[in-house]
């Protein structure tokens, strides 16, 4: 069984599924969003209204992602990939 994901990491993982979503269709689709976030659908809207309240996204409904949901998601990829290099150097045996 793998790690439970904290709140942050779904965050990146919906706003992830949005981009990604938004490049590949004129609509974006609260179904293929709960798929590419791997949840459920009523914690994909329980966790969509507080990324609306936190500003990330700009409409529920829509899930159009704010300039602060950009910037969440460009440092949040940072953070990730920066303790990604730690644990490989960290855990490299020589």
Same mark, same amino acid.
């Given at each position: 069984?793998?790690? =439970? =994901?904290?709140?942050? @990491? %779904?965050?990146?993982?919906?706003? !992830?599924?949005?981009? #990604? ?9 609260? *179904? =293929?969003?709960? !798929? ?10 329980? !966790?969509?209204? @507080?990324?609306? #309240? ?5 409409? @529920?409904?829509?899930?159009?992602? *704010?300039?602060?949901?950009?910037? +969440?998601?460009?440092?949040?990829? @940072? %953070? ?10 960290? +855990?490299?045996?020589?």
């Amino acid at each position: 069984m793998g790690d =439970r =994901r904290g709140k942050l @990491e %779904i965050y990146h993982d919906i706003l !992830f599924a949005i981009k #990604e979503d938004s490049q590949n269709n004129e609509k974006i689709s609260p *179904t =293929r969003v709960q !798929f590419k976030s791997n949840l459920s659908y009523d914690k994909l809207k329980q !966790f969509v209204s @507080e990324m609306s #309240e936190k500003k990330l996204l700009n409409d @529920e409904i829509a899930m159009k992602i *704010t300039d602060s949901g950009i910037k +969440f998601y460009d440092e949040y990829a @940072e %953070i990730r990939t920066m303790i990604k290099k730690l644990c490989d150097d960290v +855990f490299t045996v020589d």
